[in-house]
Structure formats: structure tokens, C-alpha cells
């Protein structure tokens, strides 16, 4: 649009005579010699940024004065064009009021905890051998979810395990894989009879590493889960809130997010504070942040070589489509 | 109408419409216990398909009629077990296996006839003719007469523990006799198909180990040894003996999750799988091509296919019905002849041509003229009469309108046609004035429409 965002290249070609570059900064460099310093640069890409910022701001505020002036015969905001909103049709999208999904639910594995007869009690565990960085996710984990346990896996059978797991009133189980000394995958088991899942890990950030996180405390924290919209979401999204106590104490202000998009589901753990009489709300990160992409889906507890696959992701045939997702 | 017949794990029985893709549900939801109601077989309880027999977990035997959509409870077996296996004789008794391994062979009432044990562990049973297969976990294939049920006419014997000496588990999951010979096919909990025969040895004769997971299910299809097999993981192939070992012919790709029953048509090229990824898939056979997907909300746990299927049905009356045009094109050519201009031959290519043209674009002219109203029919009369105009073929534009209404398969709407006929008729003698407007009029169907609703207020 305008002529400045091109600006100090072209200065620096129209300038003619000896080319000894100017060290000391400021806007004058733009006029004396052909080179200008690394500090200089800097600074011309910050002020062609914020130029460019502020035209942005222009044209949105020109637009919004825009529709109030017409109101109602203003024209509708545009929709972007975006992999979510270009989504494949999925049959099994679940609708609001779906007789058949709400009977199917209130018989499922996960019925106990939402008729409130079971509380949630988690056993975490990891791979055999496990290493630092297993350990560290094993605690944060452990302070993220109120009433969690963690014991060392001592090269003990999973079909064992969940015998003694079962045995001891466990609700769920959580086993940390690990590979190359980094978690690296979950195993999600959902105890008396439940599903069992198989997430792999991506991304995952600790505690510490987060600028500006905070301390967590013993709350029990609100849910949050978005965008599981699909049958095979629905589900997932049971086990997930099967994890975590009936009632969230609200003066404790802390939330976990489980945010499902394009079948990556993204876990957050934050403290929020709502500002501006309820209107915002400031958020303050605790805990680790991870992705969780699902791999398959067990009917049953953990038995790979002999139990039903209620869903398994075959890249093959699955991952054909960027516009399809399953979640 | 239905299909295909599937039972859910929460007790619903649901009939499946395989040209819409949608299904319906035959017994109301609300009403279902899931833990007394979940359907664990299902066979068909009449020759004429009409009737559904299943058993519950509550070990409950159950009619369902669909032509009435009643239910009836027959009796409940005795003893204690998830019922595993059911079959019905061909002189109308009702065999029942249970986990426990007892058989009990009863008649409509309940009335027990005979009993047989089958071993501890019975994970399936299926029987041809008079005899049953029984097969489980730990528990050895067993087959009995059912004239003489007292003992077993033939039991397997498990393989040779493999190299290193550990003993080979005995896990069948689902078993098949192969009607008028005397061989068994069984798919094993251990990766393996395996095929009996009772004349030679109580090994297996052949074996195949087929993917990493459990086979869950098999069924027979329409062809002469050769059978379909699904497994735990979703792969379902279709399997042939024809020589001296077990081959895998082809896959059949699509299921997500475990396959839980599977049902190949006996005479048709169409197998349908269902499982507990909630979805029923029809694949035909030869062409591995999927056909038919229904999304049925609950996980299922057995499917049937009727003989007759709407997808052929609707081939078969598009061609008898072909068939009748063109009998009476030949009848009505001779009366036509005189009032036409144009050539005998010329007449028989276009008609060639147009046919093409129809059946190609044949799918939209339908969606066309789907619309209700007269407005939709009067341009797709113009769009014929255009093109027969292109071809100064007047005469074919009744017949061939009559085929579209009729490809539509709406009985209702043949009757406007030989009224419509005389009209057309007429417009047809018109359009003779407009010879030199053809391109305009093929161009642009808008226009022709508007003509033709022109002419028919005069």
C-alpha cells in the first residue's frame, strides 16, 4: 500500500558516492553509505513492523466503524477458510440430543463415576527402568491430578498389574512409556472394565521451563474439554474427566484444559483470575503442557495380543485425507 | 426394504437400508438393559427371512418378527454362562451353547430334547445340517450328530507344541462346517485358520497364520471353499483352499475396530461385517470395492443380509424394464413410419445415440425431473426434444421420456405419460417451425422451458 515498507533496501541503492558504512545508529544511516549496521537493520524491521501494525489497526478499526455505521445491512464477517472449518463430513459426529448416544452412555464403562458411584483413585506408573525426565512427568502429573499414586513399575507385568490394580479399588491406570530417556508415550487404562488407550506424547514442556508459571496447589480443578465432537471423541473425553474428583473447588481457580484440534489434543493446567468485572480472564500457567495424539482405542483392559480394538489408526488407510480427522 | 439385520451390544436390533445407507431401529432404546439385553447371536428364525432369533445375555431366547415388529420371548436356557453359540435345525429345533460347555437342543417351547457336553471354555458353535461344531478356549473342536448326541462323532486333537516345545494354546473362536462334506474350518484366538478333516486326521489338515491379532470371526460365502475371516484389529480377507494349502485371496479394508461377525450372502458377491466400531460395511467380493457403510450409533455384535437385495433389485428392474421399452418401441415403429421425414437408419443410430446420451446423463436427468411439479418435467421434455431435434429424430422423443419416468422406479408418474405422449406430440409439430433456432434452444434449456410453458397455456 504504501511506499515506506520497501524503504531502507531502496535508500540504499539510490545512494550514490563512497560506500563507507556508518557504525553510529540512528535514522541518519539510512542517508550515509551503502551499508548499514546489524543494529541498524534491527531497528528499521522493528519500525517497518510497527508501521505495519498500525496500518492493520487502521484498516480493522476503519471496518468495524464500518459495520456499526450499517448495522443491520452490514455485511457478514467473513469466514477464514481454515483445515477446521474445510472438516470431511463425518457420520459420526454426535448430535445434540441423540437418544441412542445418550442410552449408549449411560451404560458405558464410565457410567459409574457419572452416576457419582465411584471416586476417581489413579495409579501412575512408568516403563521399567525409567529415567529422570519419567520421574518428573510421573510427579507433575501426580500434582496435577488430586488423589494420584505413583509407583515404580520393578519390571512388573501390565496384565498384573492392573489384576492388583483392580484388586485395591484403582479407578484408573496411567503407565508412562519411555524411549531415548524422554516420555514418550501413556497407556490410559480405565480400571474395573474399561477402555484402555494408547497416547503418544509430543511437545512436552515441564514446570520449570515455562516462563512466568506458578506453583499449583491441592485443589481440585475445573475441566475443560473442547472440541471432541465425534463418537470416538466422546469417549475419550469420559475417560479423561473420569480422572479427576466430582466437584471442582471454584475458590481454588484452577483449570485443566483438554483441547482436541485436528485430533492432537492439547493438555493445560492454569490458574485464572477474571478481570474487568468477569469480561477476561488472566491465566497463570502451572503445571507441564503436552500433546496427546491417540493411536488406538481397546475395548477391555490392557490385553494387545488377544482383546478387542474398538479403533485403531491405520496411517494407511486413515491419514489419507489432511481434512479428515477421527477425534 | 431392510437389508441387512444388526444386533448392538445394548440389545437393539436395527434394520439397515443398504441403497439409503441409514438404518432403523426395531426395538425401541429406552426400554433396554444392556447388561440383560445385549444380543450375543442371531440367526434367522424362518426360511422366509421374516423372523430374527436371538439370544440375550440374560440367556434368554427371543423371537422378533419384522413384518410385525413383535417380540417374543421363547424360554430361557438353564444353567448358568454367556450364550455363545445358537443354531437352528433345519426340522425347526433350536440348539443352544453356553460357556460352560452345555449344549441343549430344545424345541419353540423349551421343551429340552437333548443335551450335550461340549467342554468347559465353549467360545462358539455352529452346525450344517444335522450336525454342530463346538470349539473354545482350552476346549477342543467337537462335533455331534444331533440324531445321536451322546457323544461326539469327532474331536480335534491341538498341533504339536511348536520348536520351543511350548504347548500351543487352544483358542477357537468361531467355527464352521462346510455343508455336504466333512470338513471344519476354525479361526483361532492364535493367529491361525485352520482346516479339519474328519475323514483324514484329527490335526488340522492345513493351516494359515494370518496377521498379529486374534480371528474373531468367519463366516462362508458364495463360493466353494472359500471363506471370509476378520480379527481383532479390523483386517477382514477372504480366504480360498482350492489347492493344497489356505491362501489369502484378498482384503477388505475399512473396518477401524474389531470385527465381531461376519455374514458373506450365499449366493451374491457381497459380504457385510460388522464390529465394535460401530459401523456395518457391505464390500462386494470380486471387486473388493466397499458398497455399502452405515453408521450405527452402538457397537454391534452379529448381522445378517436377506437374500434379496434392494442394490440388485433395483439393477434387475431398471433392465426388465429396459427390456419393455424397447418391445414397444418395435411395435409402435410400424404406426410412426408414415408421418416421419427422416431415415429408417438414421432413425435406429440416433436412437443408439440418444440412448447412450440418456444413460450417461441419465443421473442427472433423474435429479431433474425429481422435482416435483410439471415445470421440471417440461424442461427435461424440451432438453429430449432438443436433442432429437439435433438428430431430426421426432418420433423417439415419447418413447424416451417414458424410459426416464420409469428408471425413476415411481410407479405413480407412469400414468401421466400417455397423456403426455399426445401433448408432446404436438409440440413436437410445432417445433418444426423453429428448425432454425436449434442451437439456441440447446444452448440455453432455460429458454426452451419457458417456451415450452408458453405452449402449453395455449
Not at chain 2, 417351547?109 to 452346525?127: F, Q, V, Y
Not at chain 2, 492364535?190 to 483324514?200: G, P, Q, S
Not at chain 2, 465394535?276 to 455399502?292: A, G, N
Not at chain 2, 440416433?350 to 441419465?362: F, K, L, Q, R, V
Amino acid at each position: 500500500m504504501s511506499d515506506d515498507e520497501g524503504g531502507s533496501r531502496m535508500d540504499v541503492k539510490d545512494i550514490p558516492g563512497p560506500s563507507k558504512a556508518s557504525k553510529k545508529g540512528g535514522d541518519i544511516a539510512l542517508k550515509k553509505g551503502r551499508r548499514i549496521s546489524r543494529s541498524n537493520r534491527a531497528e528499521n524491521a522493528r519500525n517497518i513492523k510497527m508501521k505495519k501494525a498500525a496500518e492493520k489497526r487502521g484498516r480493522q478499526e476503519e471496518r468495524k466503524k464500518l459495520r456499526e455505521k450499517l448495522g443491520e445491512k452490514a455485511v457478514p464477517k467473513e469466514v477464514p477458510r481454515t483445515i477446521e472449518s474445510t472438516r470431511e463430513h463425518d457420520v459420526t459426529m454426535v448430535a445434540a440430543e441423540d437418544e441412542e448416544v445418550e442410552h449408549d452412555e449411560e451404560h458405558d464403562e464410565f457410567a459409574s463415576y457419572f452416576n457419582r458411584d465411584t471416586t476417581p483413585k489413579v495409579l501412575i506408573t512408568m516403563s521399567p527402568y525409567a529415567k529422570v525426565k519419567t520421574w518428573k512427568f510421573c510427579y507433575e502429573l501426580q500434582k496435577c491430578i488430586p488423589g494420584a499414586d505413583i509407583f515404580s513399575r520393578k519390571n512388573v507385568a501390565l496384565k498384573k498389574i492392573v489384576k492388583q490394580a483392580i484388586e485395591k479399588e484403582y479407578t484408573d491406570l496411567l503407565v508412562v512409556h519411555e524411549d531415548m530417556k524422554m516420555p514418550n508415550a501413556m497407556i490410559f487404562c480405565h480400571l474395573p472394565e474399561g477402555p484402555t488407550a494408547y497416547f503418544k506424547i509430543n511437545n512436552l514442556t515441564f514446570t520449570k521451563d515455562i516462563k512466568k508459571s506458578g506453583e499449583s496447589t491441592d485443589h481440585y480443578p475445573e475441566v475443560i474439554l473442547n472440541n471432541f465432537n465425534t463418537r470416538l471423541g466422546h469417549s475419550v473425553a469420559r475417560m479423561f474427566a473420569c480422572l479427576f474428583p466430582h466437584n471442582p473447588e471454584f475458590k481454588g481457580r484452577r483449570v485443566v484444559t483438554f483441547h482436541n484440534q485436528r485430533d492432537y489434543i492439547f493438555f493445560r493446567h492454569h490458574r485464572y483470575e477474571f478481570k474487568k468485572e468477569g469480561k477476561k480472564a488472566a491465566l497463570l500457567e502451572l503445571g507441564p503442557r503436552f500433546t496427546l495424539r491417540l493411536k488406538w482405542l481397546q475395548k477391555g483392559t490392557f490385553d494387545t495380543t488377544g482383546g478387542e480394538f474398538e479403533w485403531v489408526l491405520k496411517r494407511h488407510e486413515m491419514e489419507t485425507s489432511r481434512r479428515r480427522f477421527f477425534l | 426394504m431392510n437389508d441387512c439385520y444388526v444386533a448392538a451390544a445394548t440389545g437393539c436390533l436395527k434394520g439397515l437400508s443398504l441403497i439409503d445407507h441409514t438404518f432403523l431401529n426395531l426395538n425401541s432404546v429406552k426400554d433396554l438393559q444392556p447388561k440383560q439385553d445385549e444380543i450375543s447371536r442371531m440367526v434367522f428364525g424362518s426360511p422366509d427371512q421374516n423372523q430374527l432369533l436371538y439370544s440375550t445375555a440374560s440367556r434368554q431366547i427371543r423371537t422378533f418378527d419384522t413384518s410385525t415388529c413383535r417380540r417374543e420371548d421363547l424360554y430361557t436356557v438353564p444353567g448358568t454362562g454367556k450364550i455363545n453359540g445358537l443354531y437352528l435345525t433345519p426340522t425347526d429345533q433350536i440348539v443352544t451353547a453356553c460357556e460352560t460347555g452345555s449344549i441343549l437342543v430344545a424345541d419353540r417351547k423349551g421343551t429340552e430334547l437333548a443335551t450335550m457336553n461340549g467342554g468347559p471354555g465353549l467360545l462358539c458353535m455352529n452346525g450344517c445340517g444335522d450336525r454342530i461344531a463346538a470349539g473354545g478356549k482350552d476346549c477342543p473342536v467337537k462335533v455331534f450328530n444331533l440324531e445321536k448326541p451322546e457323544k461326539p462323532t469327532w474331536i480335534s486333537k491341538n498341533v504339536p507344541p511348536d520348536e520351543l516345545q511350548l504347548a500351543i494354546k487352544i483358542w477357537d473362536k468361531d467355527v464352521r462346517l462346510m455343508p455336504n462334506t466333512e470338513t471344519l474350518i476354525t479361526g483361532t484366538g492364535t493367529k491361525t485358520l485352520r482346516l479339519y478333516d474328519m475323514r483324514a486326521q484329527r490335526r488340522p489338515v492345513m493351516q494359515l497364520k494370518w496377521m498379529e491379532s486374534p480371528i474373531n470371526a468367519i463366516s462362508l460365502s458364495n463360493q466353494d471353499k472359500q471363506i471370509y475371516a476378520g480379527n481383532t484389529h479390523g483386517e477382514l480377507g477372504l480366504f480360498d483352499w482350492r489347492g493344497t494349502r489356505i491362501m489369502l485371496v484378498c482384503k477388505y479394508k475399512g473396518q477401524a475396530g474389531a470385527i465381531r461377525s461376519i455374514y458373506g450372502h450365499p449366493t451374491l458377491p457381497y459380504v457385510a461385517s460388522c464390529g465394535i466400531d460401530r459401523f456395518t460395511r457391505i464390500h462386494d467380493s470380486t471387486t473388493r470395492k466397499l458398497v455399502s457403510k452405515v453408521y450405527c450409533k452402538t457397537r454391534l455384535n452379529a448381522v445378517l443380509m436377506r437374500d434379496e437385495l434392494s442394490i440388485r433389485k433395483t439393477a434387475k428392474k431398471e433392465q426388465e424394464e429396459i427390456e419393455e421399452e424397447w418391445a414397444q418401441i418395435n411395435q409402435k415403429e410400424p404406426k410412426t413410419e408414415a408421418d416421419s421425414d427422416g431415415d429408417e437408419s438414421d432413425a435406429s443410430e440416433a436412437w443408439g445415440a440418444i440412448d447412450e446420451e440418456s444413460e450417461s446423463g441419465g443421473e442427472d436427468e433423474e435429479s431433474d425431473d425429481e422435482e416435483e411439479g410439471d415445470d421440471s418435467e417440461d424442461e427435461g421434455d424440451e432438453e429430449a426434444a432438443d436433442e432429437e431435434e439435433e438428430s431430426d429424430e421426432e418420433e423417439a422423443s415419447p418413447p424416451l421420456k417414458k424410459k426416464r419416468v420409469s428408471a425413476r422406479g415411481d410407479a405413480g408418474k407412469a400414468k401421466p405419460a400417455p397423456t403426455k405422449r399426445a401433448e408432446v406430440k404436438e409440440e413436437v409439430g410445432s417445433d418444426d417451425d423453429d428448425d432454425e433456432d436449434d442451437d439456441v434452444q440447446v444452448i440455453s434449456p432455460i429458454k426452451a422451458g419457458g417456451k415450452a410453458k408458453g405452449k402449453r397455456r395455449k
